[in-house]
Structures are given as C-alpha cells and as structure tokens.
C-alpha cells in the first residue's frame, strides 16, 4: 500500500464513514479493484485529502458538481457524507441553487429532491 491509498483510506472513511467503505471493501473483486485504488489514492487521498479548502467547502462543490453533470446516483451518498464534513442542509440547498442558476432548473430540482428524500431516510428534519 502506498502512503496516498493510507492517506485516502482514512479519509474515505472519515467523510463516508466506516460502514460505507467496509460495504464498498466487501463488493470489490479483481475486477474493479484497480478502479477503487486510483479513486483512493486520487480522489481520497490527494483531493479530499488536501488542506486548502475545508471538506464543508470540497462537500458543497462536490454535490454541486454531481448534479450539474447530472450524475444523481452519487449524490444521496454525499447527502450522507456531509453530516461528516460539516456542510449543513443550508449550505447543500445553497449550492443546488447554484445548479439551478448555472446548469439548469431540472437538475437542481432534481438533486433537491433525492436530497431531501435523503435528509429524510437520516432522519434530519429540513
């Protein structure tokens, strides 16, 4: 293992939370197991990992993000996450709201409502 997968590892878990990883761990086989290290070591271990803005902030783009590019499967997980990050319901509608002025109304409409179905399912009251 390299010091980044470490460094990714215990970030993946501090943001995702140990339940998620241990689920993600147990499905992985040969197959996509090259794809998990480089999100580990890129996505966890250097991005997330980096110091320059805090993960409240990296938690707003990164749902921002996901549903401007309309990648909706990912966003309930970092709904999740950012009960571990720091970034209140307040700050996620803030930055769909963004979606909805620079990538489109359906999309923020959208990624509103899987996140308060999420909200919902964690049992925050929005």
């Known amino acids: ?19 998620h990883v241990d689920r993600a761990e147990a499905a992985k086989v040969d197959f996509d197991a090259p794809f998990q290290q ?9 991005l997330w990992a980096d110091d320059a803005i805090p993960q409240r902030e990296r938690s ?13 499967d ?6 999740r996450a950012s009960a571990n990050t ?3 319901a307040q700050d996620v509608l803030q930055a769909f709201m963004h979606v909805a002025v620079y990538a ?5 409409n959208h990624a509103i409502k899987l996140a308060k179905q999420t909200y ?3 049992g925050v009251e929005i």
């Not at 480089?38 to 250097?46: F, H, K, L, N, V």
């Not at 996901?66 to 990648?71: F, Y």
């Not at 990912?74 to 709904?79: S, T």
């Open 1 to 19: 293992m390299t010091d980044r997968f470490e460094t990714g590892m215990k970030t993946r878990r501090a943001v995702l939370g140990d339940a």
């Open 38 to 46: 480089m999100i580990t070591e890129g996505a966890w271990g250097t």
């Open 74 to 79: 990912e966003i309930p997980m970092h709904i």
């Open 104 to 108: 489109g109304v359906p999309k923020a």
């Open 120 to 122: 919902a399912e964690m």
């Open 60 to 72: 707003m783009l990164t749902l921002a993000l996901l549903a401007a590019m309309g990648n909706f």
């Open 86 to 88: 720091g970034a209140s």
